[in-house]
């Protein structure tokens, strides 16, 4: 109705609104925060798992102020979604015979080549990790090997299974490993 005035109210937020479109404001501004919130809750769920994958629920609704029940919904709908794919000892590889970690960069020898070697070096168990990356090489492989002899036996492995060149790193040490990630807000 024309000239009719809307009366003050007072929202959940504590905002004083003056007509029905401040009062829709109010409300997505309240949305907005709570999605917040709750993206807040589910990184810091993601954070202290990936420190610790054993880290039971009660703990972790005791970190995030949840109750057990809350933060067992939370992982269960993390790991549905992706966000959480598995759990995952950490392996002292000195103590089960594969000291030496080593980076193998390769490159196909024929760049007309069909693109697929990783299909072609998934047999070989000491490659720990495949990474596609921008550059000279076309992907880095995190192996494992419990000499040099065994590295170079790799080497000549993944070089024939897959008729690329390689370049080395060979690790001396590692100052830290499985770092937990640093979630951006």
């Not at 000195?94 to 970690?101: N, R, V």
């Not at 960069?105 to 490659?127: E, G, W």
């Not at 070089?159 to 040490?173: C, E, G, I, K």
Request: glycine share 6%; aromatic share 4%; proline share 6%.
């Amino acid at each position: 109705m024309p000239g009719r005035s809307v009366p003050n109210r007072v929202g959940r937020m504590g905002h004083v609104m003056e007509s029905g479109r401040d009062h829709i404001r109010a409300r997505e501004w309240s949305r907005r925060q709570y999605r917040l919130r709750v993206e807040e809750i589910d990184r810091r769920i993601v954070t202290l798992l990936a420190a610790d994958g054993r880290m039971s629920f009660t703990d972790l609704a005791k970190e995030t102020g949840l109750s057990v029940s809350a933060v067992h919904q939370r992982v269960r709908r993390l790991e549905k979604r992706g966000v959480l794919r598995g759990y995952a000892a950490l392996i002292d590889y000195d103590e089960i015979g594969l000291p030496l970690t080593a980076f193998v960069s390769i490159k196909p020898i024929d760049p007309a080549a069909a693109d697929d070697a990783p299909d072609r070096l998934r047999h070989l168990t000491a490659i720990e990790s495949c990474h596609s990356v921008a550059g000279d090489e076309s992907y880095i492989l995190k192996v494992r090997v419990s000499s040099p002899l065994g590295l170079e036996d790799l080497l000549n492995q993944i070089r024939a299974a897959a008729n690329v060149s390689t370049r080395t790193t060979v690790v001396l040490s590692t100052p830290y490993d499985y770092r937990p990630p640093a979630i951006a807000p």
